[in-house]
C-alpha cells in the first residue's frame, strides 16, 4: 500500500482558501486518492476521491497533477466547523479496498 | 440508508471482563473493516472482513482480540480479558465492491477501568 505524507497541523482563519498537499511517490497505477474528514468523536467521513486531473464537490476540490505522486485538498473560504484532521490516504479496488490511514493534517480554522 | 451502525456508543467496563463491540455495515457492501483509535497510535487497523471472510488480520493486538462476521449484516469484535490499554474508540467501516472508499461508523469508546 502506498504511504503518504502530509503536514502535521495547519492554521488559517475564517474565510480563507486551505490547501492541504500530501505527497504519495508510491501510488499505483489503480490507486484513487481519497480524503476523510475527522471531527472529535466521530468517524472519518469521505470528502472527495479522484484519480487524475482535478474533482469538485460541493465541499471541496482535489488537484492531482500529471504524476499523480502528490495532491492538494483545497477547501474554499473555511469555517470554524472545518477545524478538523484530515487524511490524505491512496488505495484501490485491486488491494480490496485497504486504506491506511497515515497521521493525518490537523486543521485549526480561527476566528 | 442509515450507514453503519455500531453499538454500544459507549462502553466502560473492569479489568479482566469480557467486551464485545457489534457492527452493522451498509447494506449491500462485501468488506468490513474494523479500526482502532488512539491519541498516541491514531487509526489502526485490527481486521478486515471480504465477504464474511476474514482476509488480514495481521492489525489485531494479540490473542485478547478476536473477530467474527457470521453473515453479512453483522459482524463482532470481542476482547477477554480486556486491560486498560484497549481503551480507545473503536471504528467499524464498509466498502462496496469497486469502490476505493470506506464508510465509518460512529464508533464505540471502549474504556476499561
Known sequence: LAKTTQPISMDSYEGQEVNITCSHNNIATNDYITWYQQFP??????????????????????????????????????????TAVYYCLVGGPNAGNMLTFGGGTRLMVKP | DAGVIQSPRHEVTEMGQEVTLRCKPISGHNSLFWYRQ?????????????????????????????????????????????????SAVYFCASSSPGLALQFFGPGTRLTVL
Open chain 1, 41 to 82: 468523536s466521530q468517524g472519518p467521513r469521505f470528502i472527495i476521491q479522484g484519480y487524475k486531473t482535478k474533482v469538485t464537490n460541493e465541499v471541496a476540490s482535489l488537484f492531482i497533477p500529471a504524476d499523480r505522486k502528490s495532491s492538494t485538498l483545497s477547501l474554499p473560504r473555511v469555517s470554524l466547523s472545518d
Open chain 2, 38 to 86: 488512539t491519541m498516541m497510535r491514531g487509526l489502526e487497523l485490527l481486521i478486515y472482513f471480504n465477504n464474511n471472510v476474514p482476509i488480514d488480520d495481521s492489525g489485531m493486538p494479540e490473542d485478547r482480540f478476536s473477530a467474527k462476521m457470521p453473515n453479512a449484516s453483522f459482524s463482532t469484535l470481542k476482547i477477554q480479558p480486556s486491560e486498560p490499554r484497549d
